[in-house]
């Protein structure tokens, strides 16, 4: 039995007594603290340097998401945040070819150019290796006092469905009695899918610590207008939770009853 069940078990239970007898009952507010996923201890300070992004141009990914980490990370984390300029990614990616991933031998493979518009994720694959250039991020990392970096990929991109859903559908009768029915309805609705994948780098080293991915997908029937970015906010909202609770200790609220 899972700890949920056991728990409903429980609060049944409980209720059961608390109904069949006189004994009172009373819902007592808890905290479970839940230890971060990372040990950041060896740091004092966190630089957010930048994402490479594809999907939709309305919005600013790179840009977006380091400011919203920024903040959260201000108010929520326990590391010093480093304000710089976001950094620029698939420039630093296309620098240099790299041979090793080459078709023939000797021969450069493609290069993206820098100011590309990546649509899908698939072509972030081109892109990677800058995640693993250690002595790169080592001179990131002696630019800024040897940080926890914070680095990664943001697809952020529209996505539609159609299908059946079930929504209410409230009806009166001859009385004038409102009633309220389950009804499936066959609908078209569109919205968008947030796949962001965050590295986390040694910057004493240049070392991978950890990555994290996350998928969140929002849609909005067919003939509602929603702006994107309210949209990309409003996902980010659902995964930052997780994200913070890899840095820091993050504490979930609940109920207990308890007998008297």
């Given amino acids: 039995m899972t700890g949920r069940g056991a728990l409903t078990v429980v ?7 608390a109904g069949g007898c006189s004994t009172s009952y009373q819902e007592v507010p808890i905290e479970t603290p ?7 201890r060896p740091f004092s300070r966190v630089y957010v340097a930048g994402f490479i992004t594809a999907g939709t141009q309305d919005v600013d990914g790179n840009l977006e998401t380091v400011r919203l980490l ?28 790299d041979p090793a991933a080459s078709g023939a031998a000797g021969a450069p493979p493609p290069q993206p150019a820098a100011d590309s518009n990546l649509t899908d994720e698939t072509q972030f694959a081109a892109f990677e290796r800058v995640f693993t250039d250690t002595e790169y991020w080592k001179k990131i990392g ?9 680095t990664g990929t943001v697809l952020f991109r529209p996505h539609s469905r159609s299908g059946f859903v079930q929504r ?11 009633r309220v029915e389950p009804e499936r309805t066959y609908m078209e609705r569109k919205g968008f899918i947030l796949r962001p994948s965050f590295v986390f780098i040694d910057g004493r080293t240049g070392e991978t610590l950890h990555t994290e991915t996350f998928r969140e997908e929002i849609l909005y029937n067919a003939n509602q207008t929603t702006p994107a970015l309210s949209s990309f906010f409003e996902l980010m909202d659902r995964l930052l939770p997780s994200f913070l609770n890899t840095l820091s200790a993050q504490k979930i609220r609940g109920s207990r009853v308890l007998l008297k």
């Avoid at 990370?73 to 990614?89: M, P, S």
């Avoid at 209410?168 to 009385?175: A, I, K, M, N």
Wanted: with cysteine.
């Fill in 70 to 97: 920024r903040s959260q990370l201000r108010n929520k984390g326990q590391l010093r945040v480093i304000d710089a300029d976001a950094l620029d990614l698939a420039d630093v990616a296309g620098v240099e070819p």
């Fill in 142 to 150: 002696a630019e800024f006092q040897q940080p926890l970096i914070v």
């Fill in 11 to 17: 609060s049944l239970a409980c209720a059961v007594v």
């Fill in 168 to 178: 209410e559908r409230e009806t009166f009768d001859s009385l004038g009695r409102r």
């Fill in 34 to 40: 839940i230890q971060p996923k990372l040990d950041v």
